[in-house]
């Protein structure tokens, strides 16, 4: 019978955040931003593994306690990318005898630390039937504006059919080693591009506006405040 592994490459700097720890270590209500995320992985029935790619000179891991996270797998295989992160924790699971061909990888960045419990157990539904795999994303709410190389509007692009792509991006872990496997790395932005280079459609399951990712120092306060809704803080 297939398992359900959550996957989460975490050995970015990010840059954007202008930190110099990186984001996924920072502080959110009292734990590493991280740390809320893997928690609520770990949280769900159906997921019976969950494993954090961080680079091999990660110097803050060990820094923190994750104990109070059942089934964590460390594994420092990061790599320069994100397609390389997760390419490495593919192959270092299934040479541990931890992931076989036909389970399902649920991929989820680091920094969406607000996604919950249900989000994932609604993408778990919506694809444990389907052949190729999918990932939760929103149908964009907003005009779209394309622009020129001085900044002006070029054009307004129609938003109907465009959607945002969010994660877990969930697919088999053969079918997605096979497809991060060909073509250059740096050029696959999520494992649903490099799912699609190779012919196949992903199917997008809606998501939540909930399931952001911190990515500037201003996401840090709107993530507090979404968890503290949650728990009834103030």
Known sequence: MSRHVALVPAAGF?????S??????????????????????????????????????DE??????????????VLRVGGASRAESVRNGIAALREAGQLADDDWLLVHDAARCCISVELVERLIAALAD???????????????????????????VARAGLWLAQTPQMFRA???????????????????????????????VEGDAQNFKVTYPQDLALAAAILAARTGQD
């Open 14 to 18: 990010g840059q954007r955040f202008g």
């Open 130 to 156: 389907d052949s190729v795999g999918g990932l939760l994303a929103l149908p964009v709410p907003d005009t779209v504006k394309r622009a020129d190389p001085t900044g002006r509007v070029e054009a307004t």
């Open 20 to 57: 110099p720890t990186p984001k996924q270590y920072l502080d959110l209500a009292g734990r590493p931003l991280m740390a809320h995320t893997l928690a609520t992985l770990a949280a769900v029935s159906t997921i019976d593994a969950v494993a954090v790619v961080v680079s091999p000179g």
């Open 174 to 204: 053969a079918m997605l080693a096979e497809a991060l496997g060909h073509g250059a790395t740096e050029a696959i932005t999520d494992e649903a591009s490099a799912i699609e280079a190779r012919g196949l459609a992903p199917r997008l």
């Open 60 to 73: 803050w891991f060990e820094d923190f306690d994750w104990s109070a996270i059942p089934r964590l797998t």
